[in-house]
């Protein structure tokens, strides 16, 4: 079994070369041999089929993929359950993060931080199809009794699209308008991200056991809990990226099996690169990739920062599709991408997209008071030299979506928990939603308490999993530029998809909380990080066909299983220290009362408070 830690995995994207170099056994070139100082090292020759494809059943028994790490041995009257880990491990996972997210979904009974727009925005959405203008401090009323509220006709100015909201009225409309209500499918969102984090770690890896422990790491992240126990719009947003990034990770590997299925076999049945056919080959119909862009739809459709997002995976996609027909035999894999998949990797992602997108308006567009809405009929837009080519709700939602981006280029009042992106990776200033001190005896508060106590919701990433990753992020960085691993490449362009473009509007008001984003992916770069140090599995002596000296076999054994044994507590240490850190934050995730001297000990940076 090969490890992260030890060399390039089965199905990397390169040239199929000895391990010597592509002089073919000969010297490698210089270039070559300065790198390797780094820990460089040039890709073995395993069969063109496991590059193209590689398997996910490991040796009878285990736990994980076979050339991936993280395997780990069962017992032999455990490998049923192990045929069933695919999907149990992935489920099994998902419902203890529901059971986390849903329990006590109500409390606290208030309406946190933001709720207070996109709640109420949601409830006008599916009663008129657009967003109304509220009273003010009409929060109170609809707490106390929200069926003596009603929905406010006239159309309210709001800067966000409306898919989020959606998906937070459809709660209410099956819960009512009350705080259960609208933060049921933000949870259900954030339950379903587990799900899929773990069947998407599983495919990049071919771990069933790496796969399930990023979706565990999700689960008891801080951020990613708080977010789906609030009526906000970027855990939505989170959840579509997600399945936009699934569902190109299910393409690639769709579109190599084809790649693999038209490649020649020779008279020992062993598969052989084709530069004809890897150059020309049509791989037609891609399901995924038209799934790809609805998610991606979606995801602008939920937050305009969803837009950068789709042109990361729109070049992702199209460089694994290079590194497809490179490993297949095209001498200008480049060229052939050009030629073959260029245009329909487009046409199935931005034009999907941005039909996704408008019909996500199709309530304003039906209306006649959304704002703007007549803007091209009864307004300024009347006068416009484009009028006889674009119909009045097409122009009048060009104008409001302008008005809206010279809002958020411009919004630069302060806030007193917006924060620095640089800042966010180490969880340098977190958002408080939600903040009260119960005086003892009350809302919780211990009666002999010495002083009142501390009932707050802070939306902070849990801080030990925060700090692991940013160290593996280091190690997916090496291990990008030094082994050549696509999938450290997947999981750093989805990180500074998320994040980088933060860094380009210092002046605007932002929060850490917009990094839920890109959570999934510092998990899957934290489990790939402890999946090097698992290593790989040893082999006893005798048993891998090629140990022609046997103490040297049994000595080379005993240290790998030394260094398996180390590793594997190493890993497991660091593991349960990150679900302490998230036990020991629970009362801050979930605004339950403590006394104040446990709050001020939770407070382990002066910025957090």
């Given at each position: 079994?090969?490890?992260?830690?030890?060399?390039?995995?089965?199905?990397?994207?390169?040239?199929?070369?000895?391990?010597?170099?592509?002089?073919?056994?000969?010297?490698?070139?210089?270039?070559?041999?300065?790198?390797r100082?780094?820990?460089?090292?040039?890709?073995?020759?395993?069969?063109?089929?496991?590059?193209?494809?590689?398997?996910?059943?490991?040796?009878?028994?285990?736990?994980?993929?076979?050339?991936?790490?993280?395997?780990?041995g069962?017992?032999?009257?455990?490998?049923?359950?192990?045929?069933?880990?695919?999907w149990?491990g992935?489920?099994?996972?998902a419902?203890?993060?529901?059971?986390?997210?849903?329990?006590?979904?109500?409390?606290?009974?208030?309406?946190?931080f933001?709720?207070?727009?996109?709640?109420?925005?949601?409830?006008?959405?599916?009663?008129n199809?657009?967003?109304?203008?509220?009273?003010?401090?009409?929060?109170?009323?609809?707490?106390?009794?929200?069926?003596?509220?009603?929905?406010?006709?006239?159309?309210?100015?709001?800067?966000?699209?409306?898919?989020?909201?959606?998906v937070?009225?459809?709660?209410?409309?099956?819960?009512?308008?009350?705080?259960?209500?609208?933060?049921?499918?933000?949870?259900v969102?954030?339950?379903?991200?587990?799900?899929?984090?773990?069947?998407?770690?599983?495919?990049?890896?071919?771990?069933?056991?790496?796969?399930?422990?990023?979706?565990?790491?999700?689960?008891?992240?801080?951020?990613?809990?708080?977010?789906?126990?609030?009526?906000?719009?970027?855990?939505?947003?989170?959840?579509?990226?997600?399945?936009?990034f699934?569902?190109?990770?299910?393409?690639?590997?769709?579109?190599?099996?084809?790649?693999?299925?038209?490649?020649?076999?020779?008279?020992?049945?062993?598969?052989?690169?084709?530069?004809?056919?890897?150059?020309?080959?049509?791989?037609?119909?891609?399901?995924?990739?038209?799934?790809?862009?609805v998610?991606?739809?979606?995801a602008?459709?939920t937050?305009?920062?969803?837009?950068?997002?789709?042109?990361?995976?729109?070049?992702?996609?199209?460089a694994?599709?290079?590194?497809?027909?490179?490993?297949?035999?095209?001498?200008?894999?480049?060229?052939?991408?050009?030629?073959?998949?260029?245009?329909?990797?487009?046409?199935?992602?931005?034009?999907?997209?941005?039909?996704?997108?408008?019909?996500?308006?199709?309530?304003w567009?039906?209306?006649?008071?959304?704002?703007?809405?007549?803007?091209?009929s009864?307004?300024?837009?009347?006068?416009?030299?484009?009028?006889?080519?674009?119909?009045?709700?097409?122009?009048?939602?060009?104008?409001?979506?302008?008005?809206?981006?010279?809002?958020?280029?411009?919004?630069?009042?302060?806030?007193?928990?917006?924060?620095?992106?640089?800042?966010w990776?180490?969880?340098?200033?977190?958002?408080?939603?939600?903040?009260?001190?119960?005086?003892?005896g009350?809302?919780?508060?211990?009666?002999?308490?010495a002083?009142?106590?501390?009932?707050?919701?802070?939306?902070?990433?849990?801080?030990?999993?925060?700090?692991?990753?940013?160290?593996?992020?280091?190690?997916?960085?090496?291990?990008?530029?030094?082994?050549?691993d696509?999938?450290?490449?997947?999981?750093?362009?989805?990180?500074?998809?998320?994040?980088?473009?933060?860094?380009?509007?210092?002046?605007?008001?932002?929060?850490?909380?917009?990094a839920?984003?890109?959570?999934?992916?510092?998990?899957?770069?934290?489990?790939?990080m402890?999946?090097?140090?698992?290593?790989?599995?040893?082999?006893?002596?005798?048993?891998?066909?090629?140990?022609?000296?046997?103490?040297?076999?049994?000595?080379?054994?005993?240290?790998?299983?030394?260094?398996?044994?180390?590793?594997?507590?190493?890993a497991?240490?660091?593991?349960?220290?990150?679900?302490?850190?998230?036990i020991?934050?629970?009362?801050?995730?979930?605004?339950?009362a403590?006394?104040?001297?446990?709050?001020?000990?939770?407070?382990?940076?002066?910025t957090?408070?």
């Amino acid at each position: 079994m090969t490890s992260t830690a030890q060399r390039a995995p089965h199905g990397q994207d390169g040239p199929e070369t000895p391990a010597a170099g592509p002089r073919g056994g000969g010297e490698p070139p210089a270039w070559e041999r300065r790198l390797r100082r780094f820990g460089y090292r040039p890709l073995g020759a395993p069969g063109l089929r496991e590059r193209l494809v590689p398997p996910y059943a490991g040796p009878p028994g285990s736990f994980g993929g076979p050339a991936y790490g993280g395997g780990l041995g069962l017992p032999p009257r455990a490998a049923a359950l192990a045929r069933l880990a695919p999907w149990g491990g992935p489920l099994l996972v998902a419902l203890v993060a529901g059971v986390l997210r849903f329990w006590n979904l109500g409390s606290p009974h208030a309406v946190i931080f933001d709720e207070t727009y996109y709640a109420k925005d949601a409830w006008a959405l599916i009663h008129n199809g657009y967003e109304g203008s509220w009273p003010k401090d009409v929060d109170a009323t609809i707490l106390a009794d929200p069926g003596s509220v009603d929905v406010p006709v006239d159309p309210a100015y709001v800067v966000h699209p409306p898919v989020g909201k959606w998906v937070i009225g459809l709660g209410e409309w099956l819960f009512g308008f009350e705080p259960f209500g609208w933060r049921f499918m933000v949870a259900v969102c954030g339950t379903l991200s587990v799900l899929m984090l773990c069947r998407i770690g599983r495919r990049l890896f071919r771990s069933t056991f790496l796969g399930c422990l990023a979706g565990g790491l999700l689960a008891v992240d801080g951020l990613h809990f708080v977010m789906s126990r609030a009526a906000l719009l970027d855990q939505v947003l989170m959840f579509f990226v997600l399945a936009a990034f699934g569902c190109l990770l299910a393409d690639r590997d769709w579109a190599r099996r084809r790649l693999a299925a038209a490649l020649p076999v020779d008279a020992d049945g062993v598969l052989r690169p084709d530069a004809r056919i890897a150059a020309t080959l049509r791989l037609g119909w891609r399901p995924w990739r038209l799934a790809a862009g609805v998610a991606l739809g979606l995801a602008a459709a939920t937050k305009w920062n969803g837009l950068y997002i789709m042109a990361a995976f729109g070049l992702l996609t199209v460089a694994w599709d290079v590194g497809a027909r490179r490993v297949a035999g095209a001498h200008r894999p480049y060229t052939a991408v050009l030629r073959r998949d260029v245009l329909p990797a487009f046409v199935s992602t931005v034009p999907v997209a941005l039909a996704t997108y408008v019909a996500s308006w199709s309530g304003w567009i039906a209306s006649d008071r959304g704002y703007f809405r007549t803007w091209a009929s009864t307004g300024d837009g009347r006068e416009s030299s484009w009028s006889w080519l674009f119909p009045d709700w097409w122009r009048s939602l060009w104008h409001y979506e302008s008005e809206v981006y010279t809002f958020h280029v411009n919004l630069t009042s302060g806030h007193t928990y917006e924060s620095n992106p640089w800042s966010w990776i180490v969880l340098g200033r977190p958002v408080s939603y939600f903040y009260e001190s119960p005086a003892p005896g009350r809302d919780g508060c211990p009666a002999d308490a010495a002083e009142k106590c501390a009932r707050e919701v802070l939306a902070i990433g849990t801080p030990l999993l925060w700090w692991a990753a940013c160290f593996a992020l280091l190690y997916v960085v090496w291990r990008w530029l030094f082994r050549r691993d696509w999938r450290a490449g997947a999981i750093l362009c989805a990180v500074a998809a998320g994040w980088a473009p933060w860094l380009l509007y210092q002046e605007r008001t932002i929060f850490l909380f917009y990094a839920v984003v890109f959570v999934p992916f510092l998990c899957l770069a934290v489990a790939m990080m402890i999946g090097a140090m698992l290593g790989p599995a040893a082999h006893p002596p005798g048993t891998s066909g090629a140990d022609p000296d046997p103490v040297a076999a049994a000595r080379a054994y005993g240290r790998a299983e030394r260094r398996r044994t180390v590793g594997a507590i190493g890993a497991g240490v660091l593991v349960l220290l990150i679900v302490w850190n998230f036990i020991y934050f629970w009362p801050l995730f979930t605004g339950e009362a403590i006394p104040m001297d446990q709050w001020r000990a939770r407070m382990w940076l002066d910025t957090w408070v």
